[in-house]
């Protein structure tokens, strides 16, 4: 069984025919993305990075997490 193939043009990333150059209007977004990246990181970068964490990791375990919070105090006001 003989089958053919259609020829189309492929998709590629590379710029043969041109230099692969960065144009202003991409440098001047890139640098506007390092400015905003370097301010992020100020006073309270760590705590951020702290409640990040932690959200990330009680999210996908939420109701495992209320019900682990609710025994806890529920203890504590029984030894109170």
């Known amino acids: 069984m003989n089958s053919q193939r259609t020829l189309s043009s492929r998709w590629s990333t590379a710029s043969i025919p041109d230099a692969a150059d960065t144009s202003p209007m991409e440098l001047s977004s890139l640098s506007g993305h390092f400015h905003v990246c370097q301010d ?3 006073r309270w970068f760590s705590l951020h990075c702290l409640a990040e964490a932690a959200h990330g990791f009680v999210a996908p375990r939420f109701v495992t997490s209320l ?3 609710t025994m806890i105090i529920g203890i504590a006001s029984l030894a109170l």
Request: positive net charge.
């Open 40 to 42: 992020s990181k100020g």
């Open 67 to 69: 019900v682990t919070v």
